[in-house]
């Protein structure tokens, strides 16, 4: 099974930029879709976009369309996550998840069979 590790999360403002990586092991990376995913303070996780095996394909929540853009590169078993014009509804635990066999919406959050441990993004106003 592939093991997930985040990172890149931080503290910015509002407007500004991040990127967020997922670095993946123990596992062929391209035989997994992989799910961006986050929790804000009280509320529950939520997807934000997804990608699929080969990344020539992504989509996105409507929340983030335009401002967040998903990539993957199979050789270096790694998936990134654009951030721009960050809003402190953005705020969350942000997650990265793997799945061997279901790429998109309609994939339940139980399909996945790794996750990262997150990474705090907390936009201020």
């Known amino acids: 099974q592939v093991q997930l590790v985040e990172s890149g999360g931080g503290l910015v403002q509002a407007g500004d930029s991040l990127r967020l990586s997922c670095v993946a092991s123990?596992?062929?990376?391209?035989?997994?879709?992989i799910g961006w995913f986050r929790q804000g303070p009280g509320k529950e996780r939520e997807s934000v976009g997804f990608i699929n095996w080969s990344g020539r394909e992504a989509l996105y929540e409507d929340s983030v369309t335009g401002r967040f853009t998903i990539s993957r590169d199979n050789v270096k078993n790694t998936v990134n996550l654009v951030m721009n014009n960050l809003k402190p509804e953005d705020t969350a635990v942000y997650y990265c998840?793997?799945?061997?066999?279901?790429?998109?919406?309609?994939?339940?959050?139980?399909?996945?069979?790794?996750w990262g441990q997150g990474t705090q993004v907390t936009v201020s106003s």
């Open positions: 998840a793997a799945n061997l066999d279901c790429f998109g919406y309609l994939c339940s959050q139980r399909s996945y069979g790794a």
């Open positions: 123990g596992g062929t990376f391209s035989n997994y879709a």
